[in-house]
């Protein structure tokens, strides 16, 4: 009667058929969408926190100053450059990215710029103005070419538009 009594247990048998189906398909997914998801990161810079306590500087102090308007580009000790009015497309990037390509040729030497935007500039104009100031393309023998403009870039409050019979001479 014993005999009967007794179970004869197997042992289960593990079905991971489906588990490795499951791998197959996601690890080639997972590997693909890798590669298309890329991070750029941009180093900047802080101003300094007091102008009182610099040295006079005698060199040129580039900005650029992102309005509702247009976008200025200016010496800090110089003063306005020039004002570049928004086209029908938005902000003239174009211009800045052309104008800076010409301070660049005469300053070869200067990497840093200053990129001031007043409170309501919304991050993806930021971005497109950091990548015009950063670098240009150029094309040179049917390949393009990206060349360095102004890689050191700091961020800061645009200064209140300056009622234009003002001197500028005289810091308000």
Known sequence: MRSRLRHHHHEAELNITAFLNLMVILIPFLLITAAFSRFSIIELYLPPASEGTLQAIKELQLEVIIRKQGLEVADREGG????LN??????????????LVQIKVRFQDK???FILSEPDTDYETMV?????V??????E???????ELFP????GDAPPIV?????????S
């Open 111 to 113: 990497r840093s710029i």
């Open 134 to 139: 950063r670098m240009t393309e150029n094309v």
């Open 152 to 155: 050191d870039i700091a961020l």
């Open 128 to 132: 497109q103005v950091m990548d015009a």
């Open 163 to 171: 009622n234009q019979t003002q001197d500028k001479g005289n810091p």
């Open 80 to 83: 306005l450059i020039r004002r």
């Open 141 to 147: 023998a049917g390949s393009v070419i990206q060349y």
């Open 86 to 99: 928004n086209t029908p497309e938005g902000y003239d990037l174009k211009g800045l990215n052309e104008l």
